[in-house]
């Protein structure tokens, strides 16, 4: 795997051998013929960071 894809694949397999699996909602046929390879999804934006609930937030530590 790196950031940009993702590769599948049985290089000790016969070619006839098969593994179904899921890449982020999409079904794959790996199969010990060839590797598949699929693009990784960009990260979505988590948005701002969520309040504490009150008199919860923590406290700063000093820079020493």
């Known amino acids: 795997m790196t950031p940009a894809e993702a590769r599948y694949e049985l290089p000790e397999a016969a070619g006839d ?3 179904e699996l899921w890449h982020h909602g999409e ?3 790996v199969t010990g013929a060839e590797p598949v390879i699929r693009p990784m999804p960009s990260v979505p934006d988590p948005g701002p960071e969520p309040p504490s609930p009150p008199g919860r937030r923590p406290t700063r530590r000093s820079a020493a």
Do not use: T, W, Y
Request: without cysteine; glycine residues 0%.
């Open 27 to 29: 079904s794959l046929l």
């Open 17 to 19: 051998a098969e593994v």
